[in-house]
Structures are given as C-alpha cells and as structure tokens.
C-alpha cells in the first residue's frame, strides 16, 4: 500500500530542487566576472525510503523513496592549484620588483644613448691631452677644471639619485606594502572566525570562502606563505593557518594575527612579526629587502647588488678618484670629500685653475707637461678601488654600468618565465573554477526542463486523484 | 581543457599587449637606427660596443695630439728652410768677403749683412706658433734664445740664460701620448718609448759648444765673430772660419732633412690610427647599428600580426548557446 499523496511530496521536492538549480546557475552567471569567484553546483540527491516509513507495510511492497533533496551546494575548486598558483606568484613577484627597481638604477647608469660619468671620464680624458700639448695656458686648464667638476657633479647626483629611490622603496615599503599586508591578514583572521560558525551551524559559506582565498592570493603576492588546514575533529575546523617560514602570521589560536613591522638592525632592513624577525624566502617584499640591503660585493659573502652597493661603488670611486689626483698635484688638494656625497673639487682649485700643477719643476707656465703626462697615465693605470676590484677608473663605471645591465637583463628574463608559469598555472585554476556560459546555459535547460517535467507528474498525479474521487463508483447513477 | 570566457578574454588580453609591445620596441629601434635601446637589452654587445666606442674617442684625441704635432712640424720646417737660405747667403758673402778684391769698405757692408743674418736667425729660432715658443725645447712658454749683455760675453748667444758655447748636450724631452701605452718610470718619468718625443731646441738646429779646436759650433756666434773680423778687416785665419762656417751649414741641412723624418713619421702614424679608426667604426655598427632592410621587414611582420590581433579581437568573444535558444 502507498499512502495516496505520497507522488506529490516526491514530485515537490523535484520543483523545489530544479528551482535550486535555477538558482544557482543564476548566481554563477552573475557572478561570471567576479574576482576569486568560484563557480558553484548544486549537490542533488536521491532520498531513499527510511526503513520507519515502511515499517508496517507489507512484505514485497515497493520501496520507491521520497524524491530529491538539495543535499548542499558546493564549490568547485582545486587546493593544489592554489598552493601552486600561490608559490609562482610569490616568486613572480620578487623579480617583477627586482626588474623595476633595477630599471630605475639604469636609467640613471645606462650611458648606451645618454652621456654620463663614463663619458665624462673620456672628456677629462681628452682635456688632459689638450692641456699636454698646451700646458700652461690658463684656457686649457679650465678646460680640464670644468670636466673634473662635471665628474664630481654627475658622481654626488648618482648617489642622490640611488638615495631617493632607496627613500622610496623603503616609504613604499612601510606605508604600502606592510599596510595593507597587516590588513589582509587581519581580515583572514576575521573571516576564520566567521566560517567557524557558520559551518558550526551546518552551512557552506561557498562566498566567504572565496573571499578567503582572494586574500591569501593577495597576501602570496608580498611573501611566501603556507595555508594550513585543521582535521574534522579540530577545534579549529573550518580555520585556516598562514605561516611564513617557521612564524605563524594567522593562527586560529590566537584571537589577533601578528603585526609585521619594518625594523632597522645593524644598518639592515629587517621584517619583524611581533618580535621575531621573518625568514623571507621570496615574495615582494623579500624583493624590495634585497634592493634596500643587498652590498653584493662588499659584504662578506657576496650578495644581492642592491642600492648600497651601487652607493658604496661610488664612495669607493670617489675616494680612490680623489686620491689618485691629489696625490699627484703634490700636496695641494684638487678634491675634498669623503665620499661621493660630498665630492667636490677643493677651493683652491675653484679659485684658480692653474691650481693644478702641470709640472713638478719649475714653472708652472713653462709650458713643461710632465706632471699632464702622469695624470694622463693615472687615468689609464690600474688602481686597487674596491678591495675585490683593480682596473682603471673608467673600467669601474663600466662595470657599474653592466652589472646593472647585467642583473636587470637577468631579472626581466626569469620575471618573464615567472610570469609564464602564473599565467598558466591561473588559466588552470581558471579552467576548473570559472564559469562558463554554456554550461550554465545547459543547466538552465536542464533545470527549466526538469521543473517542466515535474509540474506535468504533479498535474498527472492530480489527474489521476481526479478519476478516483470524482468518477469512480457512479455506476448507475 | 575546460574553457571559460574569462580564461579566453584573459589570455586575448595579453597576447594583444605582447603584440603592441614589440611593434612599439621595434618602432623605437627603428627610429634609432640602434639594435638596442638599453644596456641591459643586450649586455654583452653593450659593453663591446662601449669599449669600442671608449677606443674610438681614444683614437680622436690621439689623431688630435699628431695633427698638432704635425702643425708644429710643418712650422719646423719652413724655420729650418728659412735659416738654410740665410745661412748659404752668408756662406756666399763671407767667401766674397774673403776674396782679396774685397776693401775695408766693402767688407764692413758684409759685416753688416752678416749682422742682418744673425737678427735673422735670432727672430726665427724665437718663433711662436699658436702661442708656443717651438724652439724652446720642453718649456714651450719662455722664449729660448737671447743676447748676452755681459760685459765680456757681449753680443754671444744665450740659451734659457746660459751660453751656448758651454752647453755640450741637448736632453731636452716634451712627450705627448699617441697611443704607444703611456708608461712611467719608477721616477714617475716617462718611458722613451710609449709616447712621442716633440721637443726641438734651438740648438740641434743652430749649434752649440765648441769643436775640438775651440771654435764655436753655433752659428750665430760664427756669425758674429766673422762680422767682427770683417769689421776690423782682419783677414788672419779666416779660411779656418769659413771651413767652420761651412760644417755648421751642413748641419742645418742635416736639421732639414730630419724634420722631414719626422713628419713622415706622424703621416704615417695618422694613416695607421685612420685605418684603425675605420675599423673600429665598422665593429661599431655591427654591433650598435640595426640592419634597416631586416627591421622594416621584421617591423612589417609584427604590424601584421597586431592588426589581425585586433581583428580577431572583435570575434573573441564567441556566442555561447545562450544566443541560440529560441
């Protein structure tokens, strides 16, 4: 015996769940640009008879079930794309930073279209020649004056020019960067707690997921991160842990995420969770470190050739320029300073070009050249500069030169590669989780089908009622 | 794979944006005339080309230092060539002089010329050119030669002060760099061979010190002592002057060929230096300069590729079976 209405609870519960259906394939068709949005299906399933509904009928009967239910409504979305899609953006954009600070230090070094200290040391150069073939004449010893100026110029406004994109980085860095980290993991740690209860109380926040992983896509971009998960029976189930190295920055175990800081230790830029400091392994950040940092190879193992090595390059230059030229203009100063900041050519020399000594005997309008001569020879001959570098001063910005030529070529190439693998691994993810318009098309066939196919049960079912009530048993009437 | 609409907006996106990238670049190249905009395009042929480039600035300054090596040469010569002329004229007037037809009279006249000749020679050997006193050995700036007004030196030639009689040698060096690898010295001095020696005294050219028979080998001294002895009509040892006189003549003659010498030398270090120059120049744009014809064509090729970019962008975003429902 089945009870006389039980084919419309069944036929009920399959409007309702086509009308789900509907739904959803409304909501992915909305949220079709959305970003982070993952798109969502409907979990449809068969309700089986429970053994208490049949329990007084009789044995052989037909145990049919009770139609549909909308079991729950899920995302699609796959973990281990993130964690790739998170680990190529990390380091995509540790390089994208390093190409375009190091595009910055070449502009100002490049010399390939643009004159600069490079060609300024020929032009000293070519004026020291002149002044051998013309000692003496006070002409061609201003000559030589104006482009030893132009040196100590070009050199004091290299170092100005690395300093204020090294201030920008760093203010960029503190009032950006970290900023806007800090918030991120802020709302993390907030949308944890409200997952927790919500899947507490047996819903599936598909949305707050979404925003979840929007967040710590954003957060993958500035470090490295791992996203960790807890077990069924967890406390915590439904959290989700970010850790950097070996420091928690998110966990669900504290009520309030650690606050990054930027730190300056021993003249290093250091990032701080609380009070330890972050090992940083790639990311942005670790990017802008190494350019706020890195001596390359004036620290002890060599490194990173980040902005203090370039300053450091032109401190060395400076000195060494400096002394090389003072020594030979027999105690009279032609630079002061002690470094590129401050390099400038003496006041004795400001004063009167003949300053410079073009000879050691004598006379200085004698029109004897040999000191010219020396100082000719000391432009070409090989100086210790740095400790790890013996050429020529014009070597020396030419190596200046290439080695950001050199790191900048180097990062564009492995950004371009980084930036290959992101686009792919996210055309991955893209596939699995974004939505498409002919799938939703067809489920919105399928379910209108579906709500068709059941209202005409229900209209049959109701048919059929019809017959029993209305026209049976009038026989003879 | 499963494909999406946003996955084929995205990646048209960025395949638009790669296109007009490169045909931007190329534009910028083209426009340059240059293989490459930055140092960092291209870092190995960068820094050939700047070495390149640093050598053929070298070169120029090197060329400049000849050329004006070369200037004062030529003024050498036309001295020398001068001081030749005068010194045969006073090889013709002193053999007139001596000749036993000459009286007292006329051989004061020769005395007189003879006096002329030694302002002569004088005003040449203190010749400036371009402010420069090219006689004068490595002080260039003070003029080399003048009159002794001492009583019993009156009249004789001073060098820088000093009698020409008693210099026995000329040391005199003024180097300029042309490129031979400029070296010093543990004096910090110049070594001989790696630059080139332009100094000329006057003296290589006139003559100093005294010869084994205590004659002056100068001949401005030889002249004034004959133009004396003219003068007093004093005709005792007079062929042993004019012998002297005719030994201090060859060697100017010798001063004219030499200079010759070295100019040859300097035309041929500039040849060698020109052709040096071109080469560089070539290996310059091999490596800097961008071969147009293929440019263009490259250039042709990327526009080609945008605009069908461009035109397939217009279909990218294919109808879905949405359009087709009825």
């Not at chain 1, 919500?198 to 896509?217: C, I, S």
């Not at chain 1, 990311?283 to 190494?290: F, S, W």
Request: with cysteine; aromatic share 8%; hydrophobic share 40%.
């Amino acid at each position: 015996m089945r009870p006389t209405f039980s084919g419309f609870e069944i036929v009920k519960s399959g409007i309702q769940s086509a009308q789900v259906g509907l739904d959803v394939t409304g909501k992915n068709v909305a949220n079709m640009g959305a970003e982070g949005y993952s798109r969502q299906v409907v979990d449809q399933k068969a309700i089986y008879y429970s053994s208490s509904t049949y329990k007084y009928a009789p044995v052989g009967s037909q145990r049919l079930g009770q139609g549909v239910t909308v079991d729950q409504i899920v995302q699609i979305r796959d973990k281990f794309l993130d964690i790739r899609f998170r680990a190529a953006n990390s380091e995509y954009a540790e390089f994208a930073k390093k190409t375009e600070v190091l595009e910055h230090i070449n502009d100002i070094l490049d010399e390939t279209t643009a004159d600069g200290l490079g060609v300024l040391l020929e032009e000293l150069f070519e004026r020291l020649q002149a002044l051998s073939t013309n000692s003496g004449k006070i002409e061609f010893a201003s000559l030589v004056r104006s482009s030893a100026q132009k040196i100590t110029e070009t050199v004091q406004f290299y170092y100005n020019k690395l300093e204020e994109i090294s201030a920008l980085e760093k203010e960029n860095l503190e009032t950006i960067t970290l900023v806007n980290l800090n918030k991120y993991l802020d709302e993390i740690a907030k949308l944890n707690k409200t997952i927790q209860n919500e899947e507490l109380v047996g819903n599936t926040p598909n949305d707050l997921y979404d925003a979840r992983n929007l967040l710590l896509d954003k957060v993958s971009k500035y470090l490295k991160i791992e996203v960790g998960e807890y077990p069924d029976d967890s406390p915590y189930k439904g959290a989700l842990s970010v850790k950097c190295g070996n420091i928690m920055l998110v966990d669900p175990a504290q009520s309030d995420p650690v606050t990054l800081s930027l730190r300056e230790e021993d003249g290093k830029l250091k990032i701080y969770a609380g009070d330890e400091e972050l090992d940083l392994i790639t990311g942005e950040i670790k990017g802008t470190l190494d350019i706020l940092n890195g001596e390359g190879s004036f620290a002890e193992v060599e490194e990173f050739k980040g902005i203090p090595y370039y300053l450091k390059s032109l401190d060395s230059f400076a000195v060494k320029f400096a002394e090389v030229f003072n020594s030979l203009n027999g105690g009279d100063a032609l630079f002061v300073g002690t470094g590129a900041k401050d390099f400038a050519i003496s006041d004795g020399w400001l004063a009167d070009a003949n300053y410079l000594k073009v000879t050691t005997e004598g006379n200085q309008d004698s029109g004897k050249n040999d000191n010219v001569l020396r100082m000719i020879h000391a432009l070409e001959q090989k100086h210790e500069i740095t400790e790890k570098f013996v050429g020529s001063l014009s070597e020396f910005v030419l190596i200046l030169m290439s080695d950001a030529a050199i790191d900048k070529n180097y990062y564009t190439d492995r950004a371009s590669a980084a930036d290959t693998v992101v686009s792919a691994i996210d055309n991955q993810r893209e596939s699995v989780k974004g939505v498409s318009l002919n799938e939703e098309t067809v489920n919105m066939i399928k379910y209108q089908r579906a709500f068709e196919a059941s209202a005409r049960v229900m209209t049959a079912l109701d048919e059929m009622l019809d017959i029993i009530i209305n026209r049976m048993g009038i026989v003879g009437r | 794979m499963r494909l999406t609409n946003n996955i084929i907006s995205k990646n048209y996106l960025k395949s638009l944006n790669k296109s007009l990238n490169e045909l931007s670049q190329m534009n910028t190249l083209i426009a340059a005339k240059r293989k490459y905009m930055n140092f960092a395009d291209d870092p190995i042929n960068a820094m050939r080309a700047m070495k390149v480039r640093q050598n053929i600035n070298k070169i120029d300054v090197y060329v400049e230092n000849l050329r004006e090596a070369a200037d004062i040469f030529s003024q050498y010569e036309s001295v020398i060539s001068n001081v030749n002329n005068i010194v045969s004229d006073a090889l013709v007037q002193v053999s007139q002089g001596m000749n036993g037809t000459s009286d007292a009279t006329a051989r004061y006249t020769i005395a007189q010329s003879l006096r002329a000749f030694q302002d002569a020679i004088l005003a040449a050997v203190n010749t400036q050119f371009a402010g420069k006193y090219i006689f004068s050995g490595e002080t260039v700036g003070v003029p080399p030669f003048s009159i002794s007004e001492e009583e019993d030196t009156k009249g004789m030639l001073l060098y820088k002060g000093m009698l020409v009689d008693n210099i026995s040698e000329v040391t005199e060096k003024r180097y300029i760099d042309i490129g031979l690898g400029l070296s010093l010295d543990e004096y910090s001095n110049v070594i001989p061979n790696t630059a080139r020696d332009i100094a000329v005294t006057g003296l290589e050219l006139l003559g100093c010190g005294v010869d084994e028979d205590g004659y002056t080998k100068n001949l401005y001294n030889m002249l004034g002592i004959i133009a004396k002895k003219f003068e007093e009509n004093d005709m005792s040892g007079m062929d042993v002057y004019y012998e002297k006189l005719q030994k201090i003549a060859d060697n100017v003659r010798v001063q004219y060929v030499g200079v010759g010498e070295k100019t040859e030398f300097i035309n041929f270090f500039l040849e060698r230096l020109d052709s040096e120059q071109f080469n560089l120049k070539v290996k310059q744009s091999r490596l800097e300069g961008l071969d147009l014809a293929e440019a263009i064509t490259t250039f042709g090729e990327l526009e080609l590729a945008y605009n069908a970019c461009l035109q397939i962008g217009t279909k990218i975003l294919q109808p879905s079976l949405l359009d087709f429902l009825d």
